[in-house]
């Protein structure tokens, strides 16, 4: 199944290049449609690790205007600081453990409860770990406890021993009601194969 499934993806990512090309398909394969879901922007890309001071408007640069900042030089040093330490783009916040075990079965039993989140809340991240002897199914990016807090109590039917962690996060996106894009890709697949 992960063989398949890794195959897809990769197939996927192809069609995704390919998009707006003509695509050659090998005989016994259709191209089909499909429902792919991406994390949204957490912040506007076009700005990460960049000094806002040294982009501002300036009319010797061509622009219409010039933009002036006065301000102590401790703030850009500290602005300069804060981009050249965090380049992981993390910050410590919350997740919801839902599954965490040693058994022998784990590794499998792992697998098998972060499949079913994504399969139910798609925008939402889920993370795998193994630190030995656990497996750990983690889920979200949350900025406060009462935001983990909100999954929490939507999965606790689904996933009744999860729970509330302190960690480090991703950067959560800002839009919560768009948290994941839902997008079309082509995909290459066997004839008469379904999904």
Wanted: charged share 20%; aromatic share 8%; glycine share 6%.
């Amino acid at each position: 199944m992960r063989k398949i499934l890794i195959s897809i993806m990769v197939l996927a990512a192809s069609a995704l290049a390919l998009k707006g090309q003509d695509v050659v398909v090998p005989s016994g394969y259709n191209l089909v449609d499909s429902l792919v879901y991406r994390p949204a922007a957490t912040q506007d890309s076009t700005l990460s690790g960049k000094n806002i001071f040294s982009i501002l408007p300036k009319k010797s640069k061509g622009d219409k205007a010039d933009v002036n900042i006065h301000q102590s030089q401790a703030v850009q040093n500290a602005m300069l600081k804060t981009i050249a330490n965090n380049p992981s783009r993390t910050m410590n916040g919350y997740r919801v453990r839902i599954f965490f075990d040693n058994k022998q079965n784990s590794r499998g039993a792992s697998e098998a409860a972060a499949g079913r989140f994504r399969g139910m809340y798609p925008g939402t991240a889920v993370y795998r770990t193994y630190t030995n002897p656990f497996f750990k199914v983690t889920v979200g990016d949350f900025r406060t406890r009462s935001e983990a807090l909100q999954l929490l109590s939507a999965i606790k039917n689904e996933f009744p021993s999860s729970f509330v962690v302190r960690e480090k996060i991703n950067y959560p996106v800002v839009d919560k009601r768009h948290s994941f894009v839902a997008d079309t890709v082509l995909v290459m697949r066997p004839v008469g194969q379904k999904n």
